[in-house]
């Protein structure tokens, strides 16, 4: 049976730039079995499947493939699928998508879409143990996916042949490496999911933010970054990210950009799969 596919530039507002993703806005009858072939056949970062939603307030209820497994949550997947939808005709400014971790509400500013979490970031007691590495700070960290966060002095200092064997066996094996302030240069490593280099990673923007704000002495307000990632990649990426403060704790965590529709198409998927 053939279905749908819309791709997506996300994060970007240049064409063939960004992080891409494959979405299939009406994917009710793809069998579940067929979804993380049909991911591994994009072998995008990841690839979104758009269901109905279980609670009708909500506008869909959205899987998230990488080529090698599925994500709860995952932020250019997100992103993406929703500038999906808003192509399709979906009028409205806001909306809820719903996801592994639960509910993801959306919010569409102008050509830009953002997410915004309410959930605290999850941050274990244990600290990354990479002997041999020079950097300011390291810490793990998890929006819905687990990322070791490692902040350098100078982006040229990035070797990660020589870090990812020692998270092997970690608490995340996916590698975040970051440098600057309120600037922020991002390259994001998981080979583990399939994926060896991301473009842009907005999950672990969430968790950035959310640490980052967390260590920041602010009572009250907004705290706010800009993130480019995917540049040595060849897909120069930008997400806009901010956490909100109140009394001393972050209550709120937004992170969007733009995306830009780049193809649409067909796939035969078989109903059974042997």
């Known amino acids: 049976m053939r279905h749908r596919f819309v791709i997506a530039d996300v994060f970007t507002d240049r064409p063939f730039a960004g992080n891409q993703l494959a979405v299939f806005p009406d994917a009710a009858r793809i069998p579940e079995a067929a979804m993380q072939p049909i991911a591994r056949e994009f072998n995008f970062a990841e690839t979104t ?3 109905p939603p279980r609670d009708a307030r909500h506008a869909a ?3 998230i493939f990488t080529p090698k497994a599925e994500l709860p949550f995952a932020g250019h997947p997100t992103i993406g699928t929703a500038a999906v939808l808003v192509h ?3 009028k409205e400014k806001a909306f809820v998508l719903e996801e592994g971790i639960g ?3 959306i919010e569409v500013s102008g050509s830009s879409i953002f997410l915004t979490s309410e959930k605290p970031v999850e941050v274990p007691g244990i600290k990354p143990s990479l002997p ?5 700070e390291a810490w793990f960290a998890s929006a819905g996916v687990p990322f070791c966060f490692l902040r350098l002095k100078d982006k040229a ?11 092997a066996g970690a608490w995340s094996p996916n ?4 440098c600057g302030r309120k600037e922020l240069y991002v390259r994001m490593f ?5 994926v060896p280099e991301d473009p842009a990673t907005g999950s672990g923007a969430v968790a950035l933010a959310g640490v980052l704000a967390e260590k920041d002495p602010l009572k009250d307000g907004t705290l706010s970054w800009v993130i480019d990632q995917g540049v040595a990649m060849g897909r120069p990426s930008r997400i806009e990210a901010s956490a909100e403060k109140r009394g001393g704790r972050v209550a709120r965590i937004r992170i969007g950009g733009a995306s830009r529709i780049s193809a649409e198409g067909e796939m035969d998927v078989p109903t059974s799969l042997p």
């Open 132 to 136: 041999g590495v020079e950097y300011e």
């Open 49 to 51: 499947f758009v269901l």
């Open 103 to 105: 509910p993801v509400p």
């Open 157 to 167: 200092a990035i070797d990660r042949a020589a870090w990812l064997p020692a998270l």
């Open 88 to 90: 399709q005709g979906l």
């Open 190 to 194: 998981a080979p583990m999911l399939g």
């Open 61 to 63: 209820r959205v899987r």
């Open 175 to 178: 590698l975040y490496v970051f």
